[in-house]
């Protein structure tokens, strides 16, 4: 099968983690031991969040006295693909020696036009307190929105349209390279007047740009690894239900917010409806068993999940839909 791995940056900077090289390190080892099993039978490209790190990295751009301005998130953002694509190819080559590994940077093409420049909601940086995040919104400028517990920075997320790299990754991909690519969803660019290239100030999410990637890779099979077990109906409520399997539609129709789960379900959702694929939702640690239909939550056009998706098993060979009541399954495994 071809997969590929949208890897959450809260999997390589857990919450309340200090943003340490070394702590993220050791993440990144703990996250290619869980890949690995998928690489050494799968053709794997692997993507990366880059959330937490580009937020540190803008911090420090605008705390340097030697600059005359902050350096802008296109730039910001090319660091963090190179500092992770970086820790995760050589943990991979020290995982599976002989393999080959290419970690590239890339450009993601997006509309000028797109209406998320308007309205910030891509979260990035640290958690704050409301007083420590209101202050820092008044000096530097920035725009901040609760996150959970706490308060974060947030900037223009706008929809990507193409990876500009994709042949190259294609290439890789068939000389039997693992690639590491698409690091924060991309280097966010949009084509000026004369067709060239121009960087723009915004983070593309990741798991958006993955989907894409997958579509015009052709891939088998999309699966957004983040830090919780599956997609959960009326989550962090008493009544909250995991969702283990769904079509497009019936994942959709449950509602996500726009600045954490939301986006990982429209990407899976796009992939299974556009490509008759299958996607999964889970834990990093889980990715061998979401593989399986095991774990996790599993998208398909219709609800179902084995024989349809290649080198997955008949469906006999795979459990049940779990954990959800019958009016619930019903709705989500209905054919879309």
């Known amino acids: ?195 060239q290239l121009r960087g723009v100030e915004a983070v593309v999410d990741k798991d958006l740009t993955s989907a894409v990637l997958a579509e015009a890779l052709d891939a088998d099979m999309l699966l957004v690894l983040t830090d919780v077990s599956c997609v959960f109906r009326d989550f962090g409520t008493p009544g909250q239900q995991p969702v283990h399997r769904a079509t497009p539609s019936g994942l959709r129709a449950l509602g996500f917010p726009a600045g954490s789960m939301g986006p990982k379900v429209d990407a899976a959702c796009r992939f299974a409806e556009l490509t008759g694929g299958a996607a999964g939702i889970g834990a990093l640690e889980d990715a061998v068993a979401i593989l399986r239909g095991e774990a996790g939550t599993l998208v398909t056009p219709t609800g179902h999940y084995g024989e349809a998706v290649p080198g997955i098993g008949r469906p006999d060979q795979v459990p049940p839909p779990m954990g959800l009541p019958a009016p619930v399954l019903t709705a989500l495994s209905q054919e879309a």
């Open 1 to 195: 099968m071809r997969i590929v791995v949208a890897l959450g940056g809260n999997a390589l900077l857990r919450r309340g983690q200090r943003p340490d090289a070394t702590t993220q390190q050791e993440n990144v080892r703990r996250a290619v031991d869980a890949l690995a099993p998928l690489a050494e039978e799968h053709e794997l490209v692997l993507t990366h969040g880059n959330g937490p790190q580009v937020g540190v990295l803008a911090l420090q751009s605008a705390m340097d006295p030697h600059l005359t301005t902050p350096y802008p998130f296109d730039v910001l953002g090319a660091q963090t693909q190179g500092m992770i694509g970086y820790w995760l190819l050589q943990a991979m080559q020290n995982r599976l020696p002989g393999r080959q590994v290419a970690a590239i940077i890339n450009q993601t093409l997006v509309e000028a036009a797109d209406p998320a420049f308007a309205d910030p909601s891509k979260f990035v940086g640290e958690m704050y307190g409301r007083d420590e995040a209101a202050r820092l919104a008044r000096e530097r400028d920035w725009v901040v929105k609760p996150d959970g517990e706490g308060w974060r920075r947030v900037v223009g997320s706008p929809r990507p349209q193409r990876v500009v790299e994709t042949r190259l990754i294609r290439q890789l991909l068939e000389s039997g390279a693992v690639v590491v690519c698409a690091g924060g969803g991309g280097v966010p660019v949009i084509r000026d007047a004369e067709g």
